[in-house]
């Protein structure tokens, strides 16, 4: 483990363990570099490590002395789980080791993780989530104003609908 905001953060063993867990995940030998809390949660970390990848490694959490009850357990089982699925529904899991505490999964950023399953295509290559999402803010929206006509812009507009220009006297300013 080089960076010793990877120190402050794991100990040396639970170093050791994700490099072993990862190294098997990924079929090539890996080294943390670093390692930053999330969320500004110390059980949740973010790895980066020697290859460029990034990876989160999560602790079970001491509670009162019983270590994390079944939670670790159960969230363990249901990444395993969801491993064998065709299509991510959650990130997957790279490797656990109970005695030690810990499970490694992939990083996904949320933000990410939102975006590809909200711009996901359906077979047509429509975008469903995008649609139904737009459509409901119309929606909500046109209810707060009944009998208001939105205007098209001339890009988007439909044969026959109400084009948006500029207002009188409008001049831009480059």
């Known amino acids: 483990m080089a960076g010793s905001a990877a120190d402050a953060m794991l100990s040396a063993a639970e170093a050791r363990a994700a490099e072993a867990l990862l190294a098997n995940a990924w079929g090539e030998p890996v080294e943390v570099r670093a390692a930053a809390a999330i969320w500004e949660r110390r059980h ?15 602790r079970r959490r001491d509670r009162g002395g019983w270590r994390g009850g079944p939670a670790f357990r159960v969230e363990l089982a249901a990444l395993e789980y969801l491993n064998a699925m065709p299509e991510p529904v959650a990130p997957r899991l790279l490797g656990a080791d109970a005695e030690a505490g810990i499970l490694l999964i992939e990083d996904r950023p949320r933000l990410l993780t939102w975006l590809a399953s909200f711009t996901a295509r359906d077979v047509d290559g429509n975008l469903p989530r995008l649609r139904a999402t737009a459509e409901g803010m119309r929606d909500r929206l046109a209810a707060r104003w009944p009998g208001l006509r939105i205007p098209d812009y001339p890009a988007l507009a439909q044969a026959g609908s109400v084009l948006a220009r500029a207002p009188d006297g409008w001049r831009p300013v480059l």
């Open 44 to 58: 949740v970390v973010r790895l980066s490590l020697d290859t460029g990848r990034t990876a989160v490694l999560k």
